[in-house]
């Protein structure tokens, strides 16, 4: 009997079938902060609901695909596309039940087969709710004050809940979970996110006795972290503190940006005379004072910032930028 032929060697698999496979649902300014970090290295999806948006998300390096997380039928395609997930997608915005359809929606789908193995959430600083000025870190627990914080709380648990379910069948390997409790996000060339636009506006500030603590991330610090988050950090659902390391009121944030922008800084009110002339949104964010503890995602995902500080990241207004 003559010797069986040696078997030919097998085939490398090309290499676009051997990048990180990640799924960017909510791709909105700091998903595209993150795929600019990615720079083709990664085979990225990015879930729409808008046709307008497919060749921005193409030209930032994405393959786009319409679904819509409102309507549960459109995210079946989802299932079994990545093994990583960075939902940044907000709950709805009018609803006062406090629950979180889209993310429940979007678990659902991608359970339809079982190959995510890590899912990042941006979640809010909110959740915390009103800690009195209080430094917290992530063991003091949800205690959301606004129904826009406890929808994000809603969605927290429904994703512990996905992760425990999938370690009670004793799965292989474990499905993880990092919630980045995320709060003011800043940048000078982010919609929303540069304070020259609040202190344009005229928009008066607390006095400072009544002032609040608030936190801050810049949002190429933030998109780092999301991409150190997909990466590296601890099994099981964790929290994670995401800010900067400043220490502030937020009456002393707008007055740094405008002495570095030479601006004439905001007027001074009263909380009584607040509650007469600014609307719910803008109150919600005078009502909460806390400074947030960021040693876990310093030691757990570290992370070294590079805006370690708004003195840092709003440098720029100095040069006129």
């Given at each position: 009997m003559r010797p069986r032929p040696p078997a030919p060697p097998a085939l490398a698999l090309p290499r676009r079938f051997r990048r990180p496979r990640l799924l960017i649902v909510g791709c909105g300014d700091v998903g595209q902060r993150v795929l600019t970090l990615l720079a083709g290295r990664w085979s990225v999806r990015a879930l729409t609901?808008?046709?307008?948006?497919?060749?921005?998300?193409?030209?930032?390096?994405?393959?786009?695909?319409?679904?819509?997380?409102?309507?549960?039928?459109?995210?079946?395609?989802?299932?079994?596309?990545?093994?990583?997930?960075?939902?940044?997608?907000?709950?709805?915005?009018?609803r006062d039940d406090g629950r979180d359809p889209r993310t429940a929606a979007l678990l659902q789908a991608l359970s339809?087969?079982?190959?995510?193995?890590?899912?990042?959430?941006?979640?809010?600083?909110?959740?915390?709710?009103?800690?009195?000025?209080?430094?917290?870190?992530?063991?003091?627990?949800?205690?959301a004050l606004t129904a826009r914080a406890r929808r994000r709380v809603d969605a927290e648990r429904a994703i512990a809940r996905w992760v425990r379910r999938q370690a009670a069948r004793a799965?292989?390997?474990?499905?993880?979970?990092?919630?980045?409790?995320i709060p003011g996000i800043y940048a000078l060339d982010r919609e929303g996110g540069n304070p020259l636009?609040?202190?344009?506006?005229?928009?008066?500030?607390?006095?400072?006795?009544?002032?609040?603590?608030?936190n801050h991330i810049q949002a190429d610090d933030l998109a780092r972290a999301c991409f150190i988050a997909l990466l590296r950090g601890p099994g099981g659902a964790r929290a994670i503190n995401v800010n900067d390391d400043s220490d502030m009121k937020m009456g002393d944030y707008f007055?740094?940006?405008?002495?570095?922008?030479?601006?004439?800084?905001?007027?001074?009110?009263?909380?009584?005379?607040?509650?007469?002339?600014?609307?719910?949104?803008?109150?919600?964010?005078?009502?909460?004072?806390?400074?947030?503890?960021?040693?876990?995602?310093?030691?757990?995902?570290?992370?070294?910032?590079?805006?370690?500080?708004v003195a840092s990241g709003l440098a720029d207004l100095q040069r006129g930028d």
């Amino acid at each position: 009997m003559r010797p069986r032929p040696p078997a030919p060697p097998a085939l490398a698999l090309p290499r676009r079938f051997r990048r990180p496979r990640l799924l960017i649902v909510g791709c909105g300014d700091v998903g595209q902060r993150v795929l600019t970090l990615l720079a083709g290295r990664w085979s990225v999806r990015a879930l729409t609901s808008s046709a307008e948006r497919l060749p921005a998300l193409r030209a930032a390096g994405a393959v786009p695909l319409i679904g819509d997380l409102d309507r549960a039928p459109t995210l079946r395609r989802l299932a079994g596309l990545a093994s990583r997930v960075l939902h940044l997608a907000p709950p709805p915005t009018h609803r006062d039940d406090g629950r979180d359809p889209r993310t429940a929606a979007l678990l659902q789908a991608l359970s339809r087969h079982d190959t995510t193995r890590r899912l990042v959430y941006g979640s809010t600083s909110g959740v915390y709710g009103d800690a009195q000025g209080r430094l917290i870190d992530e063991t003091w627990g949800p205690r959301a004050l606004t129904a826009r914080a406890r929808r994000r709380v809603d969605a927290e648990r429904a994703i512990a809940r996905w992760v425990r379910r999938q370690a009670a069948r004793a799965a292989e390997p474990a499905r993880s979970a990092l919630l980045l409790r995320i709060p003011g996000i800043y940048a000078l060339d982010r919609e929303g996110g540069n304070p020259l636009e609040r202190l344009r506006r005229g928009t008066p500030l607390l006095e400072a006795q009544d002032d609040v603590h608030t936190n801050h991330i810049q949002a190429d610090d933030l998109a780092r972290a999301c991409f150190i988050a997909l990466l590296r950090g601890p099994g099981g659902a964790r929290a994670i503190n995401v800010n900067d390391d400043s220490d502030m009121k937020m009456g002393d944030y707008f007055d740094l940006a405008a002495r570095l922008a030479g601006l004439a800084p905001a007027p001074r009110i009263s909380r009584a005379e607040a509650t007469q002339r600014l609307g719910p949104m803008q109150l919600s964010f005078m009502s909460e004072s806390r400074r947030m503890d960021n040693s876990r995602m310093k030691r757990e995902l570290r992370l070294s910032l590079r805006h370690p500080t708004v003195a840092s990241g709003l440098a720029d207004l100095q040069r006129g930028d």
